[in-house]
T-cell receptor, first 109, second 114 residues
Framework: GENVEQHPSTLSVQEGDSAVIKCTYS??????FPWYKQELGKRPQLIID?????GEKKDQRIAVTLNKTAKHFSLHITETQPEDSAVYFC????????FGQGTTLQVKP | SAVISQKPSRDICQRGTSLTIQCQVD?????MFWYRQQPGQSLTLIAT?????????ESGFVIDKFPISRPNLTFSTLTVSNMSPEDSSIYLC???????????FGPGTRLTVT
């Protein structure tokens, strides 16, 4: 079955810097790759997603890139702000969502 | 997206008892799912709740332990049966409304088993 590896497990950046979180997947049948942000005690929130027919997608300060050949995808957050601090989960879907282990992002003011 | 509610929001239960968690959506959805999130961990899919038929369980999860109902397109329940402390976790429902694979999560039910 599908396996999703996510790195790093923790990431600390200074406010205004960029943050990059990377995920790899194993099942070439996966064709949908969402990213979720989960603040402490809250539900996971879908922040951006990409489908296998697209290489890059951007939404304001957030972008996601997908390399199907290498089976990896990344989340890029530019101009980070303290409110970006949260746990971020990637997922891959070969028909159901398989989640990565999560990355705790800390943005220091 | 959709407005999703879960009941109860949290509960403390005794070992050996059962708890039923409800998930209600404000509009009809095609797919409903149940996940478990253990403290500090990622999300693990328990099962897909199928309307009008038996749920589809993932490896490691069985119907006797986690019976699921989905009587219509806006409501589902998950029961955690014969609970042990290892069942202490957050249980989340999610829905896929009308976009291909796009899922939205309910607020979760925090379960503590003593």
């Amino acid at each position: 079955g599908e396996n999703v590896e996510q790195h790093p497990s923790t990431l600390s950046v200074q406010e205004g810097d960029s943050a990059v979180i990377k995920c790899t997947y194993s099942d070439s049948a996966s064709n949908y790759f969402p990213w979720y942000k989960q603040e402490l005690g809250k539900r996971p929130q879908l922040i951006i997603d990409i489908r296998s027919n697209v290489g890059e997608k951007k939404d304001q300060r957030i972008a996601v890139t997908l390399n199907k050949t290498a089976k990896h995808f990344s989340l890029h957050i530019t101009e980070t702000q303290p409110e970006d601090s949260a746990v971020y989960f990637c997922a891959a879907s070969p028909g159901k969502l398989i989640f990565g282990q999560g990355t705790t992002l800390q943005v220091k003011p | 997206s959709a407005v999703i509610s879960q009941k109860p929001s949290r509960d403390i239960c005794q070992r050996g008892t059962s708890l039923t968690i409800q998930c209600q959506v404000d509009s009809q959805v095609t797919m409903m799912f149940w996940y478990r999130q253990q403290p500090g961990q990622s999300l693990t899919l328990i099962a897909t709740a199928n309307q009008g038929s038996e749920a589809t369980y993932e490896s490691g999860f069985v119907i006797d332990k986690f019976p699921i109902s989905r009587p219509n397109l806006t409501f589902s329940t998950l029961t955690v049966s014969n609970m042990s402390p290892e069942d202490s976790s957050i249980y989340l429902c999610s829905v896929e409304k009308d976009s291909f694979y796009e899922q939205y999560f309910g607020p979760g039910t925090r379960l503590t088993v003593t």
